[in-house]
């Protein structure tokens, strides 16, 4: 790209002075976002913490977004906030609106921008998939900051739209196991003499309790001998994560090979790989899935965005025919380590399914039905292969309402019908949206 210089000073920006709070402002929606949605003269503003039919005075932040100030008429369905450092962490932005109208308005969510963007509804949509609403997150990655002068560790979650560090005992939608670490952690990690290079610290329930280390380089022996005792002491095992973000986790005190439980499998994977956010929810999404799929077992199955096998092997175990894509080249390893731990056969291959799909060999065989769990930037490219192949069913689970809306379109527009849709509630008290949609091509 080219640069341009100017050989003039940058002009000095003004501080700009605050804008003055609006009043008496009633919210109209609850955007994708969980931002209550204000219409005034100046345009449209999103609120953070507000509700539909509220009315609140509110402090603008920027050209769209806003702060509630003052709550004048209070939503029936709010309720009060139960973790204590709601207010200033940015982690779970829905928990002042009750369980059950998070769920209709995760619902409501998806159907409004399938209408808008795509032009569909559902045929039927089903009861939200549910499980537990709290303690229920089984991975939590604190950040951290090292006062090197008055040797204090922060430790914590980042606030919300701020780098600061919201330090807390427990975190209400993390599993019981993380949050039973915290205290050793802040104690022994000032101990060592790596404080000063630690990135972030991720810790990890699955078979067993995981901590991995975020470093710009290798730790001393010293510091290698302590966490190996702390690991010890605190029955965890601890990986090391050194380097850049393109390097690979590694084991430094590793009990049992990681895994997680899928439908009928315990699945291999290692820190840094992609792990669904909530044990429960997984299985039922799974079994969901594949109930929907129904792979008959003379059909060809194309899985894109496979992981390390979390819809992959249970498909297989049920005697599909699966060909499995995804685009790290280690998952890949790890799904067909799976595949061979369970004795089943299957093609699994790397590729960039956003690229042309014209130099892959398993894209030139038929298929007769097409699973999908992209990432939240959806499928933009891989939708048109998709389609293009006209299967007979697409299974599309997506963590992303708005590229999902983008890519039914494609599929709309190629004769699909969504024809079952269904909220997976994977992230409770938080605005985050999990779904499964049944696209059935009219023959
Ligand atoms: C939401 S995860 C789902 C993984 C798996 N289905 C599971 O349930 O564990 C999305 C996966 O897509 C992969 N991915 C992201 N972009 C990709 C691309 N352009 N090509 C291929 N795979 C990609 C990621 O590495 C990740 O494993």
Redesign the pocket.
């Known amino acids: 790209m080219a640069q341009f210089y100017s050989t003039r000073k940058p002009q000095q920006r003004k501080a700009s002075r605050p804008a003055s709070p609006l009043t008496q402002q009633t919210v109209v929606g609850l955007d994708h976002q969980g931002r209550g949605v204000v219409r005034g003269k100046s345009g449209v503003r999103f609120v953070h913490g507000a509700l539909p039919g509220e009315v609140i005075d509110l402090q603008p932040q920027g050209k769209y977004e806003a702060n509630l100030l003052t709550l004048h008429q209070a939503a029936e369905d709010r309720v009060s906030p139960p973790c204590p450092y709601y207010d200033k962490c940015g982690g779970c932005d829905l928990q002042h609106l009750a369980l059950p109208a998070q769920r209709r308005h995760k619902q409501q969510v998806v159907s409004e921008l399938l209408m808008k963007f795509a032009g569909i509804t559902a045929q039927h949509w089903l009861e939200p998939l549910v499980a537990e609403a709290w303690a229920y997150r089984r991975r939590l990655r604190l950040a951290t900051h090292w006062d090197a002068k008055r040797r204090r560790l922060r430790l914590g979650l980042r606030a919300r739209a701020s780098k600061e560090i919201v330090e807390m005992d427990t975190c209400a939608i993390a599993q019981a196991e993380l949050n039973q670490l915290l205290p050793a952690l802040r104690a022994f990690l000032p101990t060592l003499a790596l404080v000063n290079m630690l990135g972030h610290v991720e810790l990890l329930q699955t078979n067993q309790v995981m901590v991995i280390l975020r470093l710009k380089s290798q730790p001393s022996q010293a510091d290698k001998a302590a966490l190996k005792q702390f690991a010890q002491e605190q029955k965890v095992a601890v990986w090391l994560h050194c380097g850049d973000m393109a390097a690979t986790p590694e084991a430094l005190v590793n009990n049992l090979p990681p895994r997680y439980e899928s439908v009928g499998a315990e699945l291999d994977f290692q820190p840094g790989d992609?792990?669904?956010a909530h044990a429960e929810l997984n299985q039922l999404m799974v079994a969901q899935a594949l109930s929907w799929l129904a792979p008959a077992p003379d059909e060809k199955i194309l899985e894109l965005?496979?992981?390390?096998g979390?819809?992959t092997i249970p498909m297989a175990l049920q005697g599909a025919q699966v060909t499995a894509?995804?685009?790290?080249p280690s998952?890949v390893q790890r799904l067909q380590q799976n595949a061979a731990r369970y004795g089943v056969t299957l093609d699994a291959a790397h590729?960039?399914?956003?690229q042309d799909w014209q130099a892959y060999a398993w894209a030139h065989q038929g298929f007769n039905k097409v699973l999908l769990?992209?990432?939240r930037a959806g499928a933009p490219h891989a939708i048109h292969e998709v389609a293009r192949r006209q299967p007979q069913r697409v299974i599309y689970i997506s963590?992303a309402p708005d590229t999902l809306a983008r890519d039914a379109k494609v599929l709309a527009a190629a004769d699909y019908q969504l024809r079952q849709a269904q909220i997976i509630d994977m992230f409770p008290q938080t605005h985050h949206i999990e779904c499964l949609m049944w696209f059935e091509r009219e023959a």
């Not at 965005?305 to 390390?308: E, H, I, P, T, V």
């Not at 590729?351 to 956003?354: K, Q, R």
């Open positions: 992609f792990l669904q965005y496979a992981g390390s979390n819809f894509i995804e685009g790290v998952m590729a960039d399914l956003e769990d992209p990432a963590c």
